[in-house]
């Protein structure tokens, strides 16, 4: 390469993160072939957009071996660094010991003689440069941590969250908690300036109460999302003015994984795996337990019949306060074998608020039949209605757990007798729980459901409470 062409080489990998990626894939990995394909730009162009101070959260979702650990984690600090030599950045993983294989691919770029040539500036410092430390010698930083480790006295202008929990541990709620609370309590209050940092969380799906799951529901990101196959229709931007449409069905890399090949991974892993950790959705797209096209749909409620009975369906949180905890009423219309579900109220009510509420939900819908769970709140709930005489509810003592209580309903469901409306203002939070179930964060309008459905075609007599 004559001194020209290695002149402009250099301009390009100091301007253009992906080009860097693909040198710095030959550094790291010289036994492997670099396939590039446009999911690369898509990623580098988001990380740039971080760098320049566009974007302050990011989410990147995409399928395993598709290089984002040394797009994000080695490639994207070291070109920053390169930059900046005083920026400070934290790299998170799983294990200590994909942390430091992180940041020995990292020094292995840094030390290149191609990455001194383009950024002469950048140093690593003789005296800081350790397995899981390397500092510049203008005192910028990449730190490498594990998901637990400490942080203390440290912090950054960057972190970087690649694949915070092995695959094998996601159904662990003791270990999506960790993970969450480490998050919340160490990492997060590692930024310098929480208002102008930026943090990028970089991962495959591997629960809806994931990081990612997490992260979402406390402040707005950008969410670049790269399933294995497209579902829906994506305009995915990979630079200035530059998009890359994918159609429902694209493959994202067919180079690097064909449709027969994700077939066969589909097959070992199993379809829940394969939507969560592939699609980056961890719920198949028709349902988990119960499927979306098992349900009938109404435009209008239908008039109500002679015989006809409004019916509803109290699950009752234990504690206000609990995060996780909602009140949830379903209001059901029983036509025949049918059952068309009219209304959903869900939310977090101290316990006087859920009496009133129980109250009104009844009067708003002239219910004949309600339902409440005889457990924690909802026992001292049934308690004082019936003290107070307004309405008598019907006492349910469920037998069996959640997903066996919903299991024995789902042939109600698959059979069509289930209808709901085609527009509700509650219809696509409904529609998420139900289908992610048993994998959801929550369960309380399931739960409502399978009481409801459980109760209907019992033989016993039934009480009018108003």
Same mark, same amino acid.
Request: charged fraction near 25%; glycine fraction near 4%.
């Given at each position: 390469?004559?001194?020209?062409?290695?002149?402009?080489?250099?301009?390009?990998?100091?301007?253009?993160?992906?080009?860097?990626?693909?040198?710095? &894939?030959?550094?790291?990995?010289?036994?492997?072939?670099?396939?590039?394909?446009?999911?690369?730009?898509?990623?580098?162009?988001?990380?740039?957009?971080?760098?320049?101070?566009?974007?302050?959260?990011?989410?990147? *979702?995409?399928?395993?071996?598709?290089?984002?650990?040394?797009?994000?984690?080695?490639?994207?600090?070291?070109?920053?660094?390169?930059?900046?030599?005083?920026?400070?950045?934290?790299?998170?993983?799983?294990?200590?010991?994909?942390?430091?294989?992180?940041?020995?691919?990292?020094?292995?770029?840094?030390?290149?003689?191609?990455?001194?040539?383009?950024?002469?500036? *950048?140093?690593?410092?003789?005296?800081?440069?350790?397995?899981?430390?390397?500092?510049?010698?203008?005192?910028?930083?990449?730190?490498?941590?594990?998901?637990?480790? /400490?942080?203390?006295?440290?912090?950054?202008?960057?972190?970087?969250?690649?694949?915070?929990?092995? #695959? %094998?541990?996601?159904?662990?709620?003791?270990?999506?908690?960790?993970?969450?609370?480490?998050?919340?309590?160490?990492?997060?209050?590692?930024?310098?300036?929480?208002?102008?940092?930026?943090?990028?969380?970089?991962?495959?799906?591997?629960?809806?109460?994931?990081?990612?799951?997490?992260?979402?529901?406390?402040?707005?990101?950008?969410?670049?999302?790269?399933?294995?196959?497209?579902?829906?229709?994506?305009?995915?931007?990979?630079? #200035?003015?530059?998009?890359?449409?994918?159609?429902?069905?694209?493959?994202?890399?067919?180079?690097?994984?064909?449709? /027969?090949?994700?077939?066969?991974?589909?097959?070992?892993?199993?379809?829940?795996? =394969?939507?969560?950790?592939?699609?980056?959705? #961890?719920?198949?797209?028709?349902?988990?337990?119960?499927?979306?096209?098992? =349900?009938?749909?109404?435009?209008?409620?239908?008039?109500?019949?002679?015989?006809?009975?409004?019916?509803?369906?109290?699950? /009752?949180?234990?504690?206000?306060?609990?995060?996780?905890?909602?009140?949830?009423?379903?209001?059901?219309?029983?036509?025949?074998?049918?059952?068309?579900?009219?209304?959903? &109220?869900?939310?977090?009510?101290?316990?006087?608020?859920?009496?009133?509420?129980?109250?009104?939900?009844?009067?708003?819908?002239?219910?004949?039949?309600?339902?409440?769970?005889?457990?924690?709140?909802? *026992?001292?709930?049934?308690?004082?209605?019936?003290?107070?005489?307004?309405?008598?509810?019907?006492?349910?003592?469920?037998?069996?757990?959640?997903?066996?209580?919903?299991?024995?309903?789902?042939?109600?469901?698959?059979?069509?007798?289930?209808?709901?409306? %085609?527009?509700?203002?509650?219809?696509?939070? =409904?529609? /998420?729980?139900?289908?992610?179930?048993?994998?959801?964060?929550?369960?309380?309008?399931?739960?409502?459901?399978?009481?409801?459905?459980?109760?209907?075609?019992?033989?016993?007599?039934?009480?009018?409470?108003?």
């Amino acid at each position: 390469m004559s001194d020209l062409d290695r002149h402009d080489l250099e301009i390009v990998l100091r301007h253009d993160l992906a080009s860097f990626i693909q040198r710095s &894939f030959q550094t790291v990995a010289p036994a492997q072939v670099y396939r590039h394909n446009w999911h690369i730009e898509a990623i580098a162009w988001h990380l740039e957009r971080c760098l320049a101070g566009d974007i302050k959260r990011l989410i990147i *979702t995409v399928p395993p071996r598709h290089l984002k650990s040394i797009c994000a984690s080695v490639a994207f600090p070291a070109w920053a660094l390169g930059r900046d030599p005083a920026l400070r950045v934290i790299a998170a993983s799983y294990s200590v010991g994909l942390a430091r294989k992180h940041a020995l691919d990292y020094r292995a770029v840094a030390e290149a003689d191609w990455y001194r040539r383009t950024f002469p500036r *950048t140093r690593i410092h003789p005296d800081k440069n350790t397995e899981l430390e390397v500092m510049t010698t203008h005192q910028g930083f990449r730190l490498a941590t594990s998901v637990g480790g /400490t942080l203390t006295g440290r912090g950054g202008n960057f972190i970087l969250i690649d694949d915070p929990m092995k #695959p %094998e541990e996601a159904m662990s709620e003791t270990s999506r908690e960790a993970v969450k609370r480490w998050y919340d309590g160490t990492l997060y209050s590692r930024l310098d300036n929480k208002a102008e940092d930026s943090i990028v969380i970089i991962m495959q799906r591997l629960h809806v109460d994931d990081l990612v799951g997490h992260v979402l529901e406390q402040e707005p990101w950008v969410h670049l999302d790269l399933p294995a196959v497209a579902e829906t229709p994506q305009n995915v931007q990979v630079g #200035p003015d530059r998009y890359i449409h994918r159609a429902p069905g694209d493959l994202l890399h067919p180079e690097r994984e064909s449709k /027969t090949a994700l077939d066969a991974i589909k097959a070992t892993l199993g379809s829940y795996n =394969f939507s969560a950790q592939y699609q980056q959705r #961890p719920v198949p797209a028709g349902g988990a337990l119960i499927k979306w096209r098992w =349900f009938g749909k109404y435009r209008e409620p239908p008039a109500r019949g002679r015989n006809d009975r409004v019916i509803q369906s109290w699950d /009752t949180a234990s504690k206000a306060e609990e995060i996780n905890d909602y009140s949830v009423c379903t209001t059901w219309q029983e036509c025949g074998s049918s059952y068309h579900l009219i209304d959903v &109220f869900r939310a977090r009510l101290e316990y006087p608020d859920l009496k009133r509420r129980v109250l009104a939900e009844a009067e708003r819908h002239h219910a004949q039949v309600v339902l409440i769970e005889d457990k924690s709140s909802g *026992t001292h709930l049934i308690q004082d209605l019936r003290q107070e005489g307004m309405i008598r509810p019907i006492a349910i003592h469920p037998a069996g757990d959640k997903i066996t209580r919903m299991s024995a309903q789902s042939a109600k469901i698959e059979a069509g007798n289930v209808l709901l409306p %085609e527009q509700a203002s509650w219809l696509q939070d =409904f529609q /998420t729980e139900i289908l992610q179930f048993p994998y959801s964060r929550h369960d309380d309008q399931v739960d409502s459901v399978s009481q409801f459905l459980s109760w209907i075609t019992r033989p016993s007599p039934v009480p009018m409470v108003w």
